[in-house]
């Protein structure tokens, strides 16, 4: 009985797989580009320029690079710079391309209880500690979590995450955002996101931006190929393909071009 | 609160016009789903039989390890079943990862207990005249297995209604597994926790209105079964 349904699961596997077996890529990649739609714009045009399928999974940048460190992906779109470097330095990754960066921004209730509006990165978590105020992190080892994590680091701080003030959701960026407005909280979150979120209040989101525009807030999105040394299977080729894609110019442009509810979302920087 | 209205008139435009994307997501869950039902099905019900039928030693012991298996979390499975089909795992070579078939073997896993424990339970309801009956009419094996079968027929039905329910539902093993990969692996279930992430309420609730009608109409076709 139990070599049928081996058997069984093994064809079944085999009939799906190769149907799926013509030039595909497989990418692992953070859920802002996906939950802003900019890959299921991008997508059509790469497809037509190089006659490769762009397959993506979206999750958090942490287990994106896990899933390149296990090779069930062939290449990366990814934003957490020094994890990306500690990840090439470890023998996963081979290439890496920096594409495109969008920005940070430090929100909170309009009342602003910490009084954080317009004061610089380290000033505004100070004060959000030194007054206690809700502060909402998300928690999940993403590309966000970990910029979040180095901010404090940066200013000069413990990270609070032992602290009552200090709420860790797990979740993803908007659900974070939903927390921290029913409790009248300060987060962290991608512009992207926000703009979404204010959005969908009609423009007038109970939760404002308070900080923006500190270069530390810059958040760097770039390509990792892996390296064949250590995924022998991964489509190295393919996965370069798409890293010079995305750097070029062509692309670039796109990437400029796109907008989320009339605004620019994503701004190329490959050099 | 508005968007449920909202999601309610977007179901029906969606289950209309349907889209694309929509209606790979529904073949996607429609084809997992039936897979792993069929498997489970087909294993789980002679050994549910065998479970039910005979007496051994450490039935009530496999029982209720049974019993604790239809609490299985979905994302255990899905990580399980991960860690044999992911490239460095030993059935890394087949390639099940992001694939509709990863899936089925996670969904396999969820039902199989399922399948079991109904039969089994079912099985051992059986009028015990019945087996004697048949034993002393000189029944074959394979006559009594079908025979038992048949009489708990609706029981059995009670199981595979059970278990598409929880494998049409699932979202912990086809968000791991199938990694929600836009017209490949994303699932009903899986779409509605990516619209719900991008903040996309009202479709959320559509995409849910149209997995419940799929549900409904399954279970109207099995209650048709039941008449006959």
Known sequence: MM??????????????????????????????????????????????????????????TGKALKLGETCDVDVLLVHAPSAEKKFIESGFGKDRKEVMYNDFVIIGPEADPAGIKGKSLAETLTAVKDKQALFMSRGDDSGTHKTEQELWKKAGLQLPDKETWYVSTGQGMLATITVAQEKNGYTMTDRGTYIKYNSQNKGNAPLKILVEGDKNLLNQYSVLTLDPKHCPKAKYDLALEYLNWMASPKAQKLIADFLLVGEQLFFPNAK | MDFIAEGFVKAVGLLINGDSSIWSAVLATLKVSACSLLISTGAGLPCGFMVGYFDFKGKKQLRTVLDTLLALPTVFIGLMVYAFISRQGILGDFGLLFNLSGIVIGLTILAFPVVTAITASTIEGIDPELKLTLVSLGAGKRHILFTCLWEVRYGILTAIVNAYGRVSTEVGIAMMIGGNIKYHTRTITTAIALETNKGMFADGIALGLVLITIAFLVNLSLSFLRKQ
């Open chain 1, 3 to 60: 070599t049928f349904i081996v058997a069984f699961l093994l064809t079944l596997g085999l009939a799906f797989t190769v149907q799926a077996e013509t030039k595909s890529l497989m990418m692992a990649t953070t859920t802002s580009t996906e939950d802003t739609g900019l890959l299921d714009y991008l997508m059509p045009q790469f497809e037509k320029d190089t006659g490769i399928t762009l397959k993506w999974t979206a999750t958090g």
